[in-house]
Nanobody, 124 residues
């Protein structure tokens, strides 16, 4: 089994910062991330794209987070990050990691995975 494990959510005051991490892990299989992204879902709203990073390192951001959030990756650690600065109350949501990659081991092939979600709460 392979999965994405997210961490780094929590409660922060407006104007503060958080860094989310999304690491690929597996038992009897390895999942190599090719491209990744972060999405978020606020209460009563649909899930929306926050940022993506391609296999070549190209970045894409929602207009609402441009200039405040930065997506990055560490290929050696097989991890995708989301650095969030100047947080606003409207950034409050459950943040989900998404990744496409290749699994090796007992599971083999191209996969798209989602993390379990991590809650970010920004107080005013």
């Amino acid at each position: 089994q392979v999965q994405l494990v997210e961490s780094g959510g929590g409660l922060v005051q407006a104007g503060g910062s958080l860094r989310l991490s999304c690491a690929a892990s597996g038992t009897r299989s390895t999942f190599i991330i090719h491209s990744g992204g972060w999405y978020r879902q606020a209460p009563g709203k649909q899930r929306e794209l926050v940022a993506t990073i391609s296999s070549g390192g190209g970045e894409n951001y929602a207009d609402s987070v441009k200039g405040r959030f930065t997506i990055s990756r560490d290929n050696a650690k097989n991890t995708v990050y989301l650095q969030m600065n100047s947080l606003k109350p409207e950034d409050t949501a459950v943040y989900y990691c998404n990744a496409e990659g290749t699994a090796y081991g007992s599971i083999v092939g191209l996969l798209e995975l989602w993390g379990q979600g991590t809650l970010v709460t920004v107080s005013s």
